[in-house]
């Protein structure tokens, strides 16, 4: 009874390389969201999609981010050209529902840009 | 857009006294949920509330939802060092339906 799987668990990654952070979610699960946490802040929201469709990005910076969550395999969120404020916490999340459910998150990527 | 408030930012107790926090939506919530958070971990689901006027408990846990559903808040009583972290509430905004997350508050617990 997996839950939801992110990988890594911590990646460092210097100035202008490219960060990729994925996300197994829970089987049976077809909604999948992507969260951002500063240290000692809270979850801000970047994008929410589906199977083969991005329902909300506007959470989502409009350059060098990107999210898909393809037919087959994990969702993966891209970062190109990192800099240094893009070092956060990314947390992904899913549910089986939208509205009526509750979301199971994922231990989710430190990523640290040098 | 929604905005999702919560007070106190930070708590701290002695083991044994209650805690309390509250969250304020800008707009009214079709529904809210709570979330808490260990140091170092990540996000976890407690309770979700629906109906105006709800209250719900799980063991020294109390959790309402306001009558114009848009206000909540969660108590615990007698705190213990497990209950530190930080428990975040959240509502459902945005024109699809994503969760919108308060800061949260961060509870410390003195042993």
């Known amino acids: 009874n997996a839950g939801v799987m992110q990988n890594p668990r911590h990646l460092v990654r210097r100035r202008g390389q490219e960060a990729r952070l994925r996300c197994s979610p829970v089987?049976?699960?077809?909604?999948v969201y992507w969260y951002r946490q500063l240290p000692e802040e809270g979850l801000k929201f970047m994008v929410y999609?589906?199977?083969?469709?991005?329902?909300?990005e506007s959470g989502m910076p409009k350059e060098r981010f990107s999210a898909e969550f393809p037919k087959e395999g994990p969702s993966i969120l891209r970062i190109q050209q990192v800099v240094r404020g893009d070092s956060a916490a990314y947390f992904c999340?899913?549910?089986?529902?939208?509205?009526?459910?509750?979301?199971?998150f994922g231990s989710g990527t430190r990523l640290t840009v040098v | 857009g929604q905005q999702v408030m919560q007070i106190p930012q930070y708590q701290h107790v002695q083991e044994g006294e209650d805690f309390t926090t509250y969250c304020n939506s800008s707009?009214?919530?079709?529904?809210i949920q709570w979330y808490k958070q260990r140091p170092g971990g990540h996000p976890v689901f407690l309770i979700q509330?629906?109906?105006?006027?709800e209250v719900k408990k799980q063991k020294r846990l109390t959790f309402q939802f306001g009558e114009a559903k848009k206000n909540s808040s969660l108590h615990i009583t007698a705190t213990q060092t497990t209950d530190v972290g930080t428990y975040f509430c959240?509502?459902?905004?945005?024109?699809?339906?994503?969760?919108?997350f308060g800061k949260g508050t961060k509870l410390s617990v003195k042993p």
């Open positions: 089987k049976g699960h077809s909604h």
């Open positions: 509330l629906v109906k105006s006027g």
């Open positions: 999609l589906q199977k083969e469709n991005i329902i909300d």
């Open positions: 999340a899913s549910s089986r529902s939208g509205e009526r459910s509750g979301y199971t």
């Open positions: 707009t009214t919530l079709s529904n």
């Open positions: 959240a509502g459902y905004g945005g024109s699809q339906g994503n969760l919108i």
